[in-house]
């Protein structure tokens, strides 16, 4: 599974169905609704960090 962080950006879902053509599987969560420890629960095989105009006050 790909993870892909969605930085409030409308062009998230376009690349979601880019990686998902692929084969590949992919689940989108909001930038501000998971830290690392989330993220490492989740053993993605790799990370995607979408454009977007909201960027986080802490880094995960």
Same mark, same amino acid.
């Given at each position: ?13 376009? %690349?979601?169905? %880019? ?10 969560? &909001?930038?501000?609704?998971?830290? &690392? ?9 790799? %990370? ?6 909201? &960027? ?5």
């Amino acid at each position: 599974m790909y993870l892909l962080i969605d930085n409030y950006d409308s062009f998230t879902y376009n %690349l979601a169905d %880019l990686v998902a053509e692929t084969g590949r599987d992919v689940q989108v969560c &909001r930038c501000d609704q998971i830290g &690392r420890n989330e993220i490492a629960a989740l053993k993605p095989q790799g %990370l995607i960090i979408s454009p977007g105009p909201k &960027r986080l006050s802490k880094p995960i």
